[in-house]
């Protein structure tokens, strides 16, 4: 358990000092992570942590450039307490009760989306997902060809990741994930646009939805 907690807050300690998460958020990764190392082991939080880390660079690149254009993340990138329970929240839950399809479909959801949002602010052809027309790169529930393979190849990394270490089923994961971060340019599209929803309750409901569907194929 000391192994747990020692490289959970070396783990947080890094994102905090790097502005990858602020200090209160470092400390809601902590918890989160010390709680699915504790229960499942190394690997579960291996790709967690691989998230995290590729998440970050997808953030972090050509952030200049998204500022001239608009669409940065606030806080330079410096990602909340409540981007965190967006995105962690789901992958925790579904650790607990000791699925890794649906906690595999969750994290895969979160990095087809935070790769899709991150690159494909780049796209010149935008559409709103609902009605297809024309909009500007960063709107709500906006897609492009580039968002669009973005996100594909975000679901394969994290598919293929809970393939070699957890033997599950990388089809199984990758469609929950690319199908969750569908949902999530849906509901952003929707809902939070209409300003009924969070941009992090639309990444919890992305992730849970991501999860549940990659658990009920394997029933099927």
């Known amino acids: 358990m000391l192994q747990v907690f020692a490289g959970c807050f070396l783990l947080a300690l890094v994102t905090w000092k790097l502005d990858a998460l602020s200090a209160y958020a470092s400390v809601t990764a902590f918890v989160i992570g ?3 190392w504790a229960l499942n082991g190394v690997y579960w939080i291996s790709i967690l942590v691989s998230f995290l880390v590729i998440g970050y660079a997808g953030t972090k690149w050509r952030f200049e450039n998204k500022k001239d254009i608009g669409t940065e993340e606030e806080n330079n990138g410096t990602r909340g307490v409540k981007n965190i329970l967006g995105n ?4 925790a839950f ?3 009760i000791s699925s890794p399809p649906a906690f595999l479909g969750a ?3 979160a ?3 935070t790769l899709a ?3 494909g602010v780049f796209s010149k052809r935008t559409r709103l997902i609902t009605t297809w027309k024309k909009v500007e790169p960063g709107t709500n529930g906006a897609v492009s060809p580039l968002g669009t393979l973005f ?3 975000g679901a394969l990394i994290i598919s293929s990741l809970g393939y070699f270490l957890l033997n ?4 199984v994961t990758f469609i929950g994930g690319f199908v969750g971060c569908q949902i999530d340019s849906f509901l952003g599209a929707t809902l939070e646009r209409r300003g009924y929803m969070t941009k992090s309750q639309v990444n919890l409901a992305a992730t849970f939805s991501g999860g549940l569907i990659s658990f009920l194929i394997l029933l099927v």
């Open 88 to 91: 962690g929240t789901s992958p």
């Open 168 to 171: 599950v089923n990388p089809i």
């Open 107 to 109: 994290i895969s959801t």
């Open 111 to 113: 990095m087809a989306d």
């Open 151 to 153: 996100s594909i190849l």
């Open 117 to 119: 949002s991150e690159i």
């Open 94 to 96: 579904f650790a607990v």
């Open 34 to 36: 010390s709680l699915i």
